[in-house]
């Protein structure tokens, strides 16, 4: 096995703080970032610790959800569920969506925010500065931003079809489902890794429906499958936004996008776009 580099790997001080002992072994998925040790999950707090202990506090309270399980953080000496920088929760086993567990991812981020709905928003989510945080403002015309030239066309597109839509509904939300649903027999379906958005939950469905036309075989049901709710169309536009925006911040410094995105980006834009034109009809 490829030995990890010591940045990568929390350092023996920070076990013996999480009482946890064992080698680090990678895990897949996430951004790479995460390491299994002992039976536990350990991941970087990127800098964002108020946030980190935010979750883990959130997440205690979650632990015995309806519909859905949830990792339950494990805490250092002192009651810290932040040190030097890692976090640490317990490994869920299963099997990750979003291919044949569509119905499913659906119905576990829906479980999910009803369990959110109470929850008051979190005042870190105006200091977020990441390119996810950037794309969610500008999918909801709260900033404006220009995209690398790759993008242009389809987020141009994009812009043209947007149109106001109410936020009465708006509330603390998962804002990337599509591969952090965990799914085992006879277990609830897991929700992992949190990405804590303020938005109507009818937008983290959006998402999960945009990432499959992006990056997956979208069932073609699914879709329209949200055209029930009076701004589905919206939400798609404002979801798919989301995404290229994110790959946009994240591409700047190389000015380009990476290989196949500009295709993969113009047909979910075509897609979207023509959906939204047949449901008008």
């Known amino acids: 096995m490829t030995e990890l580099p010591s940045n990568a790997v929390p350092a023996p001080a920070v076990l013996d703080a999480f ?16 390491v299994l040790v002992g039976g536990f999950v350990f991941k970087p707090a990127e800098g964002a610790e108020d946030e980190a202990e935010w979750a883990a506090t959130l997440f205690e309270a979650l632990a015995q959800g309806s519909g859905f399980r949830v990792p339950l953080p494990l805490r250092a000496v002192g009651g810290r569920s ?19 567990h569509w119905t499913g991812v ?13 929850v008051p928003r ?27 030239q790759d993008l242009a066309a389809p987020f141009s597109a994009l812009l043209e079809s947007r149109r106001p839509v109410e936020q009465d509904a708006a509330q603390l939300i998962h804002g990337d489902l599509t591969g952090n649903v965990l799914f085992a027999a006879d277990e609830a379906p897991a929700v992992i890794d949190f990405s804590p958005y303020w938005r109507p939950p009818v937008f983290a469905e959006a998402i999960v429906v ?19 709710h009076p ?5 798609l536009i404002r979801a798919l936004i989301f995404r290229l925006v994110a790959h946009s911040e994240s591409a700047a ?22 959906t939204l034109a047949a449901l008008k009809e």
């Not at 410094?253 to 023509?274: I, K, N, Q, S």
């Open 253 to 274: 410094p190389l000015e380009r996008a990476r290989p196949g995105e500009r295709e993969r980006y113009a047909r979910a834009t075509d897609v979207v776009v023509r």
């Open 231 to 235: 701004d589905w169309q919206q939400m």
């Open 122 to 148: 979190p005042d870190f989510l105006d200091r977020r500065t990441h390119p996810w945080a950037v794309a969610d403002r500008v999918a909801w015309n709260e900033r404006d931003i220009d995209v690398i």
């Open 19 to 34: 009482g946890v002992k064992g080698t680090p072994v990678p895990l897949v998925g996430g951004q790479g970032r995460s």
């Open 82 to 100: 932040v040190v030097d920088g890692w976090t640490a929760s317990e490994f869920l086993t299963g099997e990750s969506g979003p291919q044949e």
């Open 210 to 228: 945009v990432d499959g036309l992006l990056w997956f075989d979208l069932p073609s049901d699914l879709l329209t499958g949200g055209s029930d």
């Open 106 to 118: 659906l119905s576990a981020g829906r479980a999910f925010h009803a369990a959110l709905r109470q």
